[in-house]
């Protein structure tokens, strides 16, 4: 197995990169990417930067040119239903292209010439996600999360979605832009601006992805207060913690299943 993992924005890789054991930095069409061992898992890590577009030739590069087997993306995300609340987790099941609408030759959303809308995320990597953030909240949340700021965004009892997130080249803040995508969108949980992208090219060379989000705002008018603050101080947090537990239980499932697969 080689993971890469994706993240946004700088401050929610730093910490990554400052934890890998042997890091390299190789430099490709202007990104960084770093390999190295991250708690005993041979990964590369990136910093996409911001947008679909942005997101895929990444991913794309850290495939045909790193050799990855599995990609994972973890970033913060606009609440996309009133049940998510910010500092929620929200795990990707499927994604979607919310600014794709080629109708009437296509159905809106749907990516043409692929005949999906929706984009699958991995099943099993998905379901490691979930156990990595529960052990997070249960474990890590309570000391890596200053109190100050858990009081400056309510974050007090954090929860976890897995559902639909929904990608595009936009930061949503609007209410009635947000109303509308929930409304078109069943089962919607987060928009962001990467996932979706990630998810099709996994798609298409046939690689299992997962996608990972804390919940940074309510994709309304207020979307954009405080959002540094909260990457910084909570996000960046989350995103250490969680891929630290997914990459120590993946460690533990591999060496299971040599073990299993050497009858000892
Ligand atoms: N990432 C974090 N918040 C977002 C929002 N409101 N819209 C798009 N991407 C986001």
């Known amino acids: 197995m080689r993971l890469g993992i994706i993240s946004a924005l700088y401050e929610e890789q730093q910490g990554l990169v400052e934890a890998m054991e042997r890091p390299y930095k190789l430099i490709h069409g202007e990104r960084e990417y770093w390999l190295g061992q991250l708690w005993e898992i041979d990964a590369v890590c990136v910093l996409s930067r911001i947008g679909k577009v942005a997101a895929a030739l990444t991913a794309a590069t850290l495939v045909e040119k790193f050799g990855v087997t ?7 995300a606009g609440a996309g239903d009133k049940t998510v609340q910010v500092g929620d987790i929200v795990v990707a099941e499927s994604l979607v292209q919310h600014d794709m609408d080629a109708s009437p030759l296509f159905p809106r959303f749907e990516v043409p010439l692929t005949g999906l809308t929706h984009f699958p995320a991995d099943h099993r990597l998905g379901a490691r996600l979930m156990d990595a953030a529960q052990s997070f909240l249960d474990n890590d949340f309570e000391e890596a999360i200053d109190p100050l700021e858990k009081a400056a965004f309510h974050l007090s009892r954090p929860r976890i979605h897995r559902g639909l997130i929904a990608s595009g080249d936009q930061f949503v803040n609007d209410r009635e832009h947000i109303n509308g995508l929930n409304a078109a969108l069943p089962g919607l949980v987060a928009v962001e601006m990467e996932g979706a992208a990630v998810a099709q ?12 989000r804390t919940i940074s705002d309510n994709a309304n008018e207020n979307a954009a207060t405080d ?30 299943a040599s073990s299993e697969a050497a009858g000892v």
């Open 227 to 256: 959002f540094m603050r909260f990457v910084k101080s909570v996000a960046a947090r989350y995103a250490f913690h969680i891929v630290r537990r997914f990459c120590l239980e993946t460690e533990e499932t591999i060496v299971q």
């Open 70 to 76: 599995h990609i994972l993306f973890t970033g913060v």
């Open 201 to 212: 090219v996994c798609h298409e060379l046939g690689l299992p992805c997962a996608v990972i």
